[in-house]
């Protein structure tokens, strides 16, 4: 992991930005929150009306081929670069373009996967790229890695894997359902552990001591590695092995998800394009592809929706993925109340930020986002000299990064309990590094100089707890 602010920096560090679309939005908006300075050259008049007032950056109208606007930029004065325009040809070139100006770090997007690899005919160092992004590659090997893990629920490695966040579901009969958390502290207190935020409805909260949980609240929970399984039998949660996934949509990621699955355990992808689902069953010599309406309940149970373990929303469809991943979870239901069928867990990918949170309180166990996926891996690329980004929290519009207080910091002032009440609903303290080992924070820990915390807050409000720990 990371330590922040090796140095302080004289000025913000210059970022140049190509492309206004989902990636580079989502990138500039939280870069210029974090006070980098942003430069962002972009063709569409009407995308630049958007960014103007929104986004604290300089705005340049023009094609990333046209050398006078990389001029207007300044560019040759910047750090990084993020080629990020739905050119893969225009990004790749982009980053030549950068070296030859004296570009020192180069972040492009490349959404094919025959360029920007050591086997590929032209790799990443032809290219010049120091970091090769695909959003479709990210998403599918996360799916892959949550499937992998053989359980009902998202578990997230911090830490260097001394520290796990538990992600689940508040169930109407959990033992944590209508109570406070400081009476789950009292009363279950044979191991540390701390519920670190949670999502309900459409927003995602970072809870105090008097929050209560609710059931069908979303919540992570951060405990020791030591304490994971006690964690996880107190939350009700249950392993299982993968046997069968079903995939709904055939596109890049539904695909590159069959791709690496399809050798291990069986996969059916549902596609409602006929073209596209003949062209899959030539590409996957290993996977059921089925022609239909995955929105439809007698087309699911005809693919055979009982007998999975886990169901993938992957269209380019926002509603598409939500509803069908909640259909999927009713007719389990139902199915439940007649032969105790296991529950199916549901994953599903949206393109708006908004539904996120939405998404993963509604039908969806987990939810994830190409655009936050690609911009994250981003962020901690450029972040990685100041401090690292654990862990997005996927469903939760929050971040888990691990900090190190510095010794005048108002962070050691006082324990956190009597933290300044403009904190409170803006970050929790998870851990702190303290004789070799990583401890479970609670009100009265007191952070002193120069320790490491892990701390969890929402993605907005990064730059003030930052400064907490600096200044």
Known sequence: MAIINKKKKSSPERILILGLGGVGYYLAKRLAHEEYAITIIEPDAKVLSRADGQIDAKLVKGSAMDISRWQEAVAGKVEYLIAVTDNDAMNMLAS??????????????VRSRDFGHEESVLSSDDLKIDLLINPEDLAAEEIVRLIKL?????????????????????????PFADKALKDIAREFNEFPFRVVAVARGISTAIPGGSYTLQPHDQVFIMAADRDLSQLMELCQVIHRRQQKVMILGGGRVGLRVAELLEKEVKVTIVENDEARAELLTTQLAHTEVLCGDGSDGDVLNAAGLFNI?????????????????????????????????????????????????????TGSNIVLNKKVMAGNEILKFIRRNELFSVAHLYGFDAEVVELVANPKSAITRRPLSKLDPYYHDKLIIGSVYRNNSWTIAVGDTHIQKNERVIVVCPSQYLKDVRKLFTR
Do not use: H, W
């Open 96 to 109: 030549i373009i950068g070296d030859r100006l004296g570009i020192q770090k180069k972040i492009i997007r």
């Open 309 to 361: 373990d886990t169901f993938i929303a992957t269209t380019g469809e926002n509603e598409t993925n939500i509803m069908s991943c909640l259909l999927v979870k009713n007719l389990m239901l139902r199915q439940q109340e007649n032969d105790q069928t296991a529950d199916v867990r549901t994953i599903s990918l949206v393109t708006k930020e908004d539904y996120l949170v939405l998404a993963a309180t």
């Open 150 to 174: 053989n359980a009902g629920n998202e578990i997230i490695d911090i830490a260097g894997g001394d520290l796990k966040l538990l992600a689940t579901e508040i169930g109407p009969g959990s």
